[in-house]
């Protein structure tokens, strides 16, 4: 019996010893293969960092620089009229629409949870931790330890494609990987994350020429379309935009512009500089300056107390907002007006405004509320233009605006913007006139007083400049002028 069992046994043993031969064959084939195509991608993606290094060593020409376009050359005025007070006619407001009740949001003063990025480093790699704040918002990153080079004090092609070179084989997709995270965690549009990758650069190697390259790189590898250019002593960023920048010096290639930003400082003035026309392969993104969202940044509020007159009655306002905001946006590029007409508003300024409106505005009219809503910003905001207070154009959000001692007329046509849009629920345009900003607002009843058009609908002109000047009332100087209309949302 016993010789009827081994051959019975002995069968399935070898099918067995087949079965892993076979499959450790199919793995190690399994294996080679892997390493074959990760071999393939790394001499890919060695070659185009080859390729632009390359080119980075030769080519390179002077081109000249524009000094940035001024969106208005007009000067504004330094003393802005007042007008005689007129009550609006009865008539008007008793067919006027009254206003929905003013809804204020809840507002939670919160420390933003920033999460450490789940990034996953290989062991034999030793990675430097770096520590720091982003407008007191704490995070902590790891970076490859050749990101710490020696400063670089002779700037030319050769050191510029050199320090490509050292990044492209340094550990740097994971410290993308990273500092995506963050973006998307900080909530930053494209300006702000490269202001972002500046501040980490400068706490690895505190030096400009250093920072300015390290964020090219990064920049580039994000997909961003970014170059660097030089004179003689400093490094450039070189930034195409969604929208148009002013103020910002400029060089055309391609028929494209290529801004060179600052994020920390104002625009250099520079006439020309070293650069190259082609670009590092798949980095195609623009920059664009919408502010759609706002930095998720740890809160510092401040409170601003405001007091205007209107109908022989005294109000007294306050409102709150964010600090580190304030400061983030200090050196923002001037770009289109409708991005700032359009810019998300801070949950705390948003929140007090609100609340603070709340009582004053209940049972009026669209009229009454738009009327007092003028007054308060031409009464409670002292003028001053931008060349004055800043020694530049610059233009604030409400925000910024409650921060500021001063604001001139785009501030508050923004500002006076958003409380009708939000507190009376009415669609609004900006007037854009040489010299001067403005706003038209378009009211559900009849409304005397000047106006424009915008899609065959009436806008009744309402200047928070001009002082004391009520509904449909247009600044002299422009009465008769016809404005460039900045459309606001949709209507």
């Known amino acids: ?215 090219w790189f990064m920049s580039t590898k994000s997909g961003y379309e970014t170059r660097v250019g030089y004179d003689k002593d400093k490094i450039y960023f070189l930034l195409p935009s969604k929208s148009k920048l002013y103020s910002i010096p400029f060089l055309t290639l391609s028929g494209k512009r290529y801004y060179a930003v600052s994020f920390d400082s104002k625009p250099d003035k520079f006439r020309s500089i070293y650069t190259y026309a082609g670009k590092y392969p798949k980095s195609n993104k623009q920059m664009d300056y919408t502010l759609s969202d706002l930095p998720a940044f740890k809160k510092n509020l401040r409170k601003k107390y405001l007091r205007f007159k209107y109908d022989r009655k005294n109000y007294n306002v306050s409102a709150l907002y964010n600090k580190n905001l304030v400061k983030y946006f200090e050196y923002y590029p001037q770009t289109d007006l409708k991005i700032y007409f359009e810019a998300k508003v801070p949950a705390e300024t948003r929140y007090s405004l609100l609340k603070e409106f709340k009582s004053i505005l209940k049972n009026k009219n669209e009229v009454e509320a738009v009327s007092i809503l003028l007054r308060f910003v031409q009464k409670a905001f002292p003028y001053k233009t931008d060349d004055k207070q800043f020694g530049r154009e610059k233009y604030l959000l409400p925000g910024e605006m409650l921060s500021y001692q001063f604001s001139d007329c785009e501030d508050r046509s923004i500002f006076f913007a958003y409380l009708v849009k939000e507190l009376v629920g009415l669609n609004v345009v900006g007037l854009f006139y040489p010299g001067h900003v403005a706003t038209a607002v378009q009211f559900n009843s009849k409304v005397p007083g000047d106006f424009v058009k915008s899609n065959n609908n009436k806008f009744v002109v309402c200047d928070p400049t001009y002082i004391n000047a009520g509904i449909g009332m247009a600044m002299p100087h422009f009465k008769n002028k016809k404005p460039s209309i900045i459309k606001i949302g949709k209507y």
């Open 1 to 215: 019996m016993t010789n009827h069992i081994k051959p019975i046994i002995l069968i399935p043993l070898l099918i067995f010893f087949l079965t892993q031969a076979l499959f450790s064959q199919t793995r190690e084939e399994f294996e080679q293969y892997q390493k074959e195509q990760i071999g393939d991608f790394k001499k890919y993606k060695d070659e185009r960092d080859g390729d632009f290094i390359k080119f980075l060593k030769h080519n390179w020409k002077e081109y000249d620089v524009l000094d940035g376009k001024k969106r208005d050359k007009k000067p504004k005025p330094v003393v802005i009229p007042k007008a005689t007070p007129k009550k609006v006619p009865k008539n008007v407001i008793s067919k006027a629409k009254k206003i929905k009740k003013v809804v204020v949001p809840k507002f939670v003063q919160k420390k933003p949870v920033i999460k450490k990025p789940q990034v996953k480093i290989e062991p034999q790699k030793k990675l430097d931790i770096i520590k720091m704040s982003f407008y007191s918002t704490d995070f902590t990153v790891f970076v490859d330890p050749k990101y710490k080079m020696s400063p670089i004090y002779t700037i030319n092609k050769k050191a510029i494609s050199d320090f490509w070179e050292k990044m492209s084989h340094s550990e740097y997709e994971s410290f993308l990987k990273q500092v995506l995270s963050y973006k998307k965690q900080l909530k930053l549009n494209d300006w702000g994350y490269h202001y972002f990758l500046l501040n980490i650069a400068k706490k690895i190697v505190n030096q400009d020429t250093y920072a300015k390259l390290f964020v």
